[in-house]
C-alpha cells in the first residue's frame, strides 16, 4: 500500500482497474488548497467498456487537468495545479 500512495504522490493521480470490481474501472486525482494540502480529489469510473485501454491515457490527462483548474481556483498556483504548465480558468457553467 505504501508504495502504491508513493506512486500516486508522484504521477498525480491513481488509476484502478478491476481491482475493487471485475469490468469497472477508476481515474482519480487530488486537488490540493493554497497549502499544497491534498484537500479532495476528482474521478471518473465506468465499465471497462467505456474506459477502453486506448483512452485511458486521455481520460487520465482530463482528470488531472480538471483537479489542476479546481485546485488553481483554492488558491494552488504550484507546479502541481497547472494543467499543462499554465493555469487555465475554468468554464462557466450553463
Known amino acids: 500500500m505504501a508504495c502504491e500512495l508513493k506512486k500516486v504522490r508522484e504521477s498525480r493521480f491513481a488509476f484502478e482497474d478491476e481491482e475493487g470490481e ?3 474501472r477508476c481515474i ?9 494540502h491534498v484537500v479532495a480529489a ?6 471497462t467498456s467505456q474506459i477502453l485501454d486506448d ?16 485546485s ?16 487555465k480558468r475554468p468554464r462557466k457553467l450553463r
Request: glycine share 10%; hydrophobic share 50%.
Open 42 to 47: 476528482i474521478s471518473i469510473a465506468g465499465a
Open 72 to 87: 488553481a481556483e483554492l488558491g494552488n498556483s504550484s507546479d502541481l495545479a497547472r494543467a499543462d504548465g499554465r493555469l
Open 55 to 70: 483512452r485511458v491515457s486521455k481520460l487520465t490527462a482530463l482528470v488531472k487537468a480538471a483537479a489542476g483548474r479546481i
Open 22 to 24: 471485475i469490468g469497472f
Open 28 to 36: 482519480a486525482a487530488p486537488i490540493s488548497d493554497s497549502t499544497q
